[in-house]
């Protein structure tokens, strides 16, 4: 039979309490452009796909998905550390995106969500015409007439 040790206690309420919890629990979120396209990358790890729900309403995207927990009669939880429930996130995406054509995948609990650069907001070149006295004078000509 083992001793009660209230030390040993104190030091599991202690733990316990000051464990840090996720800001955002459940939908950790990477952003970054990679070329014409921005790249969401959430993790969503024991999520059944068919509860993943994206929408886009205005300039705002919502992710939400649910984690169900483990239940029955017989269950005597030793330690419950993973959230359940229904988990949401919000972007509030900029005016130079296509909102039309966002697509989305999910491998291994990992929500990839694609969002395209605006044709309107892909740098474009713009030519410079060089113009002198009655006629108009190209490139590196100008240069040299000048």
Request: glycine share 8%; charged share 25%.
């Amino acid at each position: 039979m083992a001793l009660y040790d209230p030390f040993t206690e104190l030091d599991r309420i202690f733990n316990s309490t000051l464990r840090q919890v996720p800001a955002v629990p459940g939908l950790p979120l990477d952003l970054y452009r990679d070329g014409d396209n921005y790249i969401a990358k959430v993790d969503l790890p024991g999520i059944d796909p068919s509860t993943i729900d994206i929408d886009v309403e205005g300039r705002t995207l919502r992710i939400s998905a649910e984690r169900k927990g483990e239940s029955g009669d017989s269950l005597q939880w030793l330690t419950h550390e993973r959230p359940v429930g229904t988990f949401a996130r919000q972007l509030t995406l900029g005016g130079g995106v296509a909102l039309d054509n966002i697509s989305a995948a999910y491998t291994d609990g990992v929500l990839t969500l694609t969002i395209p650069v605006a044709e309107a907001a892909k740098p474009r070149k713009i030519t410079v015409n060089v113009q002198s006295g009655d006629h108009a004078i190209e490139g590196a000509a100008a240069a040299a007439s000048v």
